[in-house]
């Protein structure tokens, strides 16, 4: 299938609970159907979902009709949720488009409030006002959304202002009055300068357009026949002089000798290829070498390419080869200095990622900013809390003074990072970290030595069993300094941080499922790697049964290994040796379907809870009996803690999946 490139497996059956559960909470039921049909497939047309939905609810009377699956796609692909992929034409008709549901942006969803809040925290109010704006819409131009942002930062910015002064115990005197233009003009501003700020931060990215060309099979090289038919290039050449001296001599003969000679040739399949490629160049004494002329005909394919590539840019109608250069050069350096990805309409390929009102005349020349199309930037946010989790790591194991420390590394690496799982971060001299205002306030003032101070800390955290700093360099000296060393340069191992975190993790969820011993036994077999079940016994301080019922608890669950290491060939157990070990990646993969199915529970949970009592919800200012008031706070706590739960699984599958 077309859409094999992307996706590589199938969901699991987890995954494809959890993305179901979101798609139909926050998109609707048919949604969820067309969803459930693209999980359950490689990537499907729009006739076959609509026949693959057709056929599933063929009993009933509600089976979507084909303008509600369009509807239904179009909502999935404006919210980031649908890949689409072109495919091929297939028996000689137009090249369509595959569907793909991408699980991972599913997933992405359930962490918007963690998005929000950090928006808020890196730009304000105004931070916080965009990126729900982009969230809520998935994909947004300036040039639509801006009035609603700004409309909704006055409505904020209004009731802050209520809640002073109703902490101050004034009267609330701007509750009645409109939001007028020139607070509106204030609010555009604001939120113009905080949405750039957020593009050069890379808080929210650009939609680039959908590419639907379909991928041509590339051409095969003219190699020699030796190479691509496993024969003698000696007894190739004999073939061809001989099929050519018979050509010649039918040729004289007569015509119909030469078609029945030349449909036996083309059956056996010998001379088929020889007709495709060159005329044979004249045998000589020296032969080029096989290596020399697959280099010869690699540059020849690549310069071909490149031809082939500059052709695309010449105009259509014939002209001077100095006006297409021309031409050339005039397109490439305008494309260059202004993209036109999110606003080209000169076909389909758009019509999926922005509307067709960008450029309705057809032309992408004139390209305006505020036209294009953006959405949250999933690495920046995602490299942002796993900077979080790691200066929370380094606070908790030690103190605040060694979390400032990594705050400050963090900080001056941020700017050279790309991607959102980098292994460490930028390297940093000590005398930098010195030098840095946040580390001089958290180090204690009463100090005899902080320089010395600010060492001990580094070296602490570079002994950590975790490992959360590495030293990458040893120290320079340069006189020129007021300090003449630099005591090295140091990085924060996010990597380790994060591996040490899920193992953590791991354990913690093995203790609480199966007992202190079981997870007595999983750090046993993940320090000595492979044991025998008696000396797992031995060592875990457990009887030879209950480590056997813990070992097989464990191993029915998929946490463990086992390997048979027989002693006869008749596999007698008696005289068998059981090795136990523990695959670290399958065991976290288990764990991480576990997190997913409870999710989706509390998630159901929730919703029931909700739906059950919504009327009393709805009244929910207006109670007064005290047995209402009862139901109505039982049934805040209830959700309350309903929602700190999916929160923590949330925080642990972000763990497993996204660091």
Same mark, same amino acid.
């Given at each position: 299938?077309?859409?094999?490139?992307?996706?590589?497996?199938?969901?699991?059956?987890?995954?494809?609970?959890?993305?179901?559960?979101?798609?139909?909470? $926050?998109?609707?039921?048919?949604?969820?159907?067309?969803?459930?049909?693209?999980?359950?497939?490689?990537?499907?047309?729009?006739?076959?979902?609509?026949?693959?939905?057709?056929?599933?609810?063929?009993?009933?009377?509600?089976?979507?009709?084909?303008?509600?699956?369009?509807?239904?796609?179009?909502?999935?692909?404006?919210?980031?949720?649908?890949?689409?992929?072109?495919?091929?034409?297939?028996?000689?008709?137009?090249?369509?488009?595959?569907?793909?549901?991408?699980?991972?942006?599913?997933?992405?969803?359930?962490?918007?409030?963690?998005?929000?809040?950090?928006?808020?925290?890196?730009?304000?109010?105004?931070?916080?006002?965009?990126?729900?704006?982009?969230?809520?819409?998935?994909?947004?131009? *300036?040039?639509?959304?801006?009035?609603?942002?700004?409309?909704?930062?006055?409505?904020?910015?209004?009731?802050?202002?209520?809640?002073?002064?109703?902490?101050?115990?004034?009267?609330?005197?701007?509750?009645?009055?409109?939001?007028?233009?020139?607070?509106?003009?204030?609010?555009?501003?604001?939120?113009?300068?905080?949405?750039?700020?957020?593009?050069?931060?890379?808080?929210?990215?650009?939609?680039?357009?959908?590419?639907?060309?379909?991928?041509?099979?590339?051409?095969?090289?003219?190699?020699?026949?030796?190479?691509?038919?496993?024969?003698?290039?000696?007894?190739?050449?004999?073939?061809?002089?001989?099929?050519?001296?018979?050509?010649?001599?039918?040729?004289?003969?007569?015509?119909?000798?030469?078609?029945?000679?030349?449909?036996?040739?083309?059956?056996?399949?010998?001379?088929?290829?020889?007709?495709?490629?060159?005329?044979?160049?004249?045998?000589?004494?020296?032969?080029?070498?096989?290596?020399?002329?697959?280099?010869?005909?690699?540059?020849?394919?690549?310069?071909?390419?490149?031809?082939?590539?500059?052709?695309?840019?010449?105009?259509?109608?014939?002209?001077?080869?100095?006006?297409?250069?021309?031409?050339?050069?005039?397109?490439?350096?305008?494309?260059?200095?202004?993209?036109?990805?999110?606003?080209?309409?000169?076909?389909?390929?758009?019509?999926?990622?922005?509307?067709?009102?960008?450029?309705?005349?057809?032309?992408?020349?004139?390209?305006?900013?505020?036209?294009?199309?953006?959405?949250?930037?999933?690495?920046?946010?995602?490299?942002?809390?796993?900077?979080?989790?790691?200066?929370?790591?380094?606070?908790?194991?030690?103190?605040?003074?060694?979390?400032?420390?990594?705050?400050?590394?963090?900080?001056?690496?941020?700017?050279?990072?790309?991607?959102?799982?980098?292994?460490?971060?930028?390297?940093?001299?000590?005398?930098?970290?010195?030098? *840095?205002?946040?580390?001089?306030?958290?180090?204690?003032?009463?100090?005899?030595?902080?320089?010395?101070?600010?060492?001990?800390?580094?070296?602490?955290?570079?002994?950590?069993?975790?490992?959360?700093?590495?030293?990458?360099?040893?120290?320079?000296?340069?006189?020129?300094?007021?300090?003449?060393?630099?005591?090295?340069?140091?990085?924060?191992? *996010?990597?380790?941080?994060?591996?040490?975190?899920?193992?953590?993790?791991?354990?913690?969820?093995?203790?609480?499922?199966?007992?202190?011993?079981?997870?007595?036994?999983?750090?046993?077999?993940?320090?000595?790697?492979?044991?025998?079940?008696?000396?797992?016994?031995?060592?875990?301080?457990?009887?030879?049964?209950?480590?056997?019922?813990?070992?097989?608890?464990?191993?029915?669950?998929?946490?463990?290994?086992?390997?048979?290491?027989?002693?006869?060939?008749?596999?007698?157990?008696?005289?068998?040796?059981?090795?136990?070990?523990?695959?670290?990646?399958? *065991?976290?993969?288990?764990?991480?379907?576990?997190?997913?199915?409870?999710?989706?529970?509390?998630?159901?949970?929730?919703?029931?809870?909700?739906?059950?009592?919504?009327?009393?919800?709805?009244?929910?200012?207006?109670?007064?009996?005290?047995? $209402?008031?009862?139901?109505?706070?039982?049934?805040?706590?209830?959700?309350?803690?309903?929602?700190?739960?999916?929160?923590?699984?949330?925080?642990?599958?972000?763990?497993?999946?996204?660091?």
């Amino acid at each position: 299938m077309a859409a094999g490139d992307k996706k590589a497996a199938f969901a699991t059956r987890s995954e494809r609970a959890l993305v179901l559960s979101i798609v139909r909470e $926050d998109f609707g039921d048919v949604a969820e159907k067309v969803a459930e049909a693209l999980l359950r497939s490689e990537g499907l047309r729009l006739a076959e979902i609509a026949h693959k939905l057709q056929r599933q609810t063929a009993a009933s009377s509600s089976a979507p009709s084909v303008h509600e699956i369009k509807c239904a796609l179009l909502k999935l692909l404006q919210h980031n949720v649908l890949d689409v992929t072109p495919v091929a034409a297939t028996r000689g008709g137009a090249p369509t488009v595959a569907y793909n549901i991408n699980v991972q942006e599913a997933l992405y969803r359930l962490r918007f409030p963690k998005f929000i809040e950090q928006a808020k925290e890196a730009f304000g109010v105004e931070g916080e006002v965009v990126m729900e704006e982009i969230l809520v819409q998935g994909r947004v131009r *300036m040039d639509q959304s801006f009035e609603t942002m700004a409309y909704n930062l006055a409505e904020q910015r209004r009731q802050e202002q209520k809640l002073k002064a109703q902490e101050n115990g004034e009267a609330a005197a701007a509750e009645e009055e409109e939001i007028g233009e020139e607070e509106l003009d204030e609010c555009r501003h604001l939120l113009r300068e905080a949405f750039v700020e957020m593009a050069k931060k890379r808080y929210i990215s650009r939609v680039h357009p959908l590419d639907l060309k379909v991928a041509e099979p590339e051409e095969t090289p003219d190699f020699p026949a030796s190479i691509m038919r496993g024969q003698d290039k000696g007894s190739t050449s004999n073939l061809n002089s001989k099929s050519a001296a018979a050509n010649g001599a039918g040729n004289g003969a007569n015509a119909n000798g030469v078609n029945k000679s030349g449909k036996a040739a083309d059956e056996d399949g010998i001379t088929v290829r020889g007709k495709k490629r060159k005329a044979p160049s004249p045998p000589s004494g020296s032969t080029v070498p096989v290596e020399l002329q697959m280099m010869l005909d690699a540059d020849e394919a690549a310069r071909k390419e490149k031809d082939g590539s500059e052709a695309e840019w010449e105009p259509s109608s014939a002209s001077s080869s100095t006006s297409s250069r021309g031409s050339k050069r005039k397109k490439n350096s305008k494309r260059a200095k202004l993209p036109t990805r999110g606003t080209s309409s000169g076909d389909g390929t758009t019509g999926g990622e922005t509307s067709g009102e960008d450029a309705p005349d057809g032309s992408g020349a004139h390209t305006d900013e505020r036209s294009l199309v953006w959405r949250f930037g999933v690495t920046q946010l995602l490299r942002d809390l796993r900077h979080k989790a790691c200066i929370r790591f380094a606070t908790e194991n030690i103190n605040a003074v060694a979390g400032v420390i990594v705050t400050a590394m963090l900080e001056h690496s941020a700017p050279r990072e790309r991607e959102k799982d980098e292994p460490t971060s930028a390297p940093v001299s000590a005398r930098d970290l010195f030098n *840095m205002e946040s580390v001089k306030k958290a180090l204690p003032a009463e100090a005899n030595n902080p320089w010395r101070l600010l060492l001990n800390y580094v070296m602490v955290m570079c002994r950590d069993k975790s490992g959360m700093v590495m030293k990458v360099a040893q120290e320079a000296f340069d006189p020129t300094q007021a300090r003449a060393g630099d005591g090295g340069q140091y990085v924060v191992h *996010m990597q380790k941080i994060v591996e040490f975190l899920q193992q953590a993790t791991t354990h913690a969820y093995i203790q609480d499922k199966y007992g202190v011993a079981s997870a007595r036994i999983v750090r046993l077999l993940m320090e000595k790697r492979q044991l025998e079940q008696k000396t797992i016994g031995e060592l875990a301080l457990l009887p030879s049964n209950d480590a056997r019922h813990r070992l097989y608890e464990l191993y029915t669950d998929k946490l463990l290994k086992m390997q048979e290491i027989p002693k006869r060939a008749d596999h007698n157990p008696a005289f068998t040796f059981f090795c136990w070990s523990v695959d670290v990646p399958q *065991m976290q993969t288990r764990v991480t379907e576990r997190v997913q199915d409870s999710l989706c529970r509390l998630r159901r949970r929730r919703k029931f809870e909700a739906e059950e009592n919504k009327e009393l919800i709805a009244r929910s200012e207006q109670l007064v009996e005290v047995n $209402d008031l009862d139901k109505f706070d039982k049934l805040s706590r209830s959700l309350d803690r309903l929602d700190r739960a999916i929160i923590h699984l949330d925080s642990m599958l972000m763990l497993y999946r996204d660091f």
